[in-house]
């Protein structure tokens, strides 16, 4: 085998390898039992965060893509930075096959520190589990920053950048047009 064949054929492997790795780690999310499966299509929080006594919102979208009407809790799991964790029961809701529902609920910042959220979708009598979302992390700020937040970015510069332009072109307009100091060139 010739060293370019030999090379090919490990990019080949490894390529094969990166496509398939993450679905193998992967866990089945969104589960059937029998004819049920309810799925969650999306969960966000309107801020990653908070300033102590703040409060935020967690949208959770929930699909019916099984073949039954289903009934199924919601559930938010939250853990703060102390190990304090509680579970909160956001809804109930009823299902036809292929629709979908948005539930909300508002979550308030009362300890400083990394929070942790998790929704959990599971069948009305808890029994079995449906679905489970990503853990979406929320800080609590003790005091909101006092100074001006982050590092520059594309528009700052692209306004300095503007500002530069405007100064150089009065600066060559008021040398082309601004008073004359030779006495040859005055009118």
Same mark, same amino acid.
């Not at 019916?64 to 559930?75: A, D, L, P």
């Not at 990503?134 to 909101?144: D, G, M, N, S, T």
């Given at each position: 085998?010739?060293?370019? *064949?030999?090379?090919? !054929?490990?990019?080949?492997? *490894?390529? #094969?390898? @990166? /496509? $398939? @790795?993450?679905? $193998?780690?992967?866990?089945?999310?969104?589960?059937?039992? &029998? &004819?049920?499966? $309810?799925?969650?299509?999306?969960?966000? =929080?309107?801020?990653?965060?908070?300033?102590?006594?703040?409060?935020?919102?967690?949208?959770?979208?929930?699909?019916?893509?099984?073949?039954? !009407?289903?009934?199924?809790? =919601?559930?938010?799991?939250?853990? &703060?930075?102390?190990?304090?964790?509680?579970? !909160?029961?956001?809804?109930?809701?009823? *299902?036809?096959?292929?629709? +979908?529902?948005?539930?909300?609920? %508002? =979550?308030?910042?009362?300890?400083? #520190?990394?929070?942790? !959220?998790?929704?959990?979708?599971? +069948?009305?009598?808890?029994?079995?589990?449906?679905?489970?979302?990503?853990?979406?992390?929320?800080? =609590?700020?003790?005091?909101?920053?006092?100074?001006?937040? &982050?590092?520059?970015?594309?528009?700052?510069? +692209?306004?300095?950048? *503007?500002?530069? /332009?405007?100064?150089?072109?009065?600066?060559?307009?008021?040398?082309?047009? #601004? %008073?004359?100091?030779?006495?040859?060139?005055?009118?």
């Amino acid at each position: 085998m010739t060293r370019r *064949l030999w090379v090919m !054929v490990c990019l080949c492997c *490894l390529v #094969g390898l @990166a /496509a $398939v @790795a993450p679905a $193998v780690g992967a866990t089945e999310r969104c589960r059937a039992v &029998g &004819g049920q499966k $309810v799925c969650l299509t999306d969960v966000t =929080v309107t801020t990653d965060e908070l300033v102590v006594n703040q409060t935020a919102t967690v949208k959770v979208t929930l699909e019916n893509r099984g073949e039954q !009407v289903t009934t199924s809790r =919601v559930t938010m799991n939250t853990a &703060g930075p102390n190990n304090t964790t509680r579970i !909160v029961p956001i809804g109930r809701p009823q *299902l036809q096959p292929g629709e +979908s529902t948005t539930i909300t609920q %508002p =979550v308030s910042g009362e300890t400083p #520190g990394t929070h942790g !959220v998790q929704v959990l979708v599971v +069948s009305s009598d808890g029994t079995h589990r449906f679905d489970i979302s990503e853990i979406k992390y929320v800080e =609590v700020l003790a005091e909101p920053p006092t100074e001006l937040g &982050g590092r520059i970015d594309r528009t700052e510069l +692209s306004l300095g950048v *503007l500002l530069l /332009a405007l100064v150089g072109a009065g600066a060559t307009g008021y040398r082309y047009f #601004g %008073p004359k100091t030779d006495p040859d060139e005055t009118e």
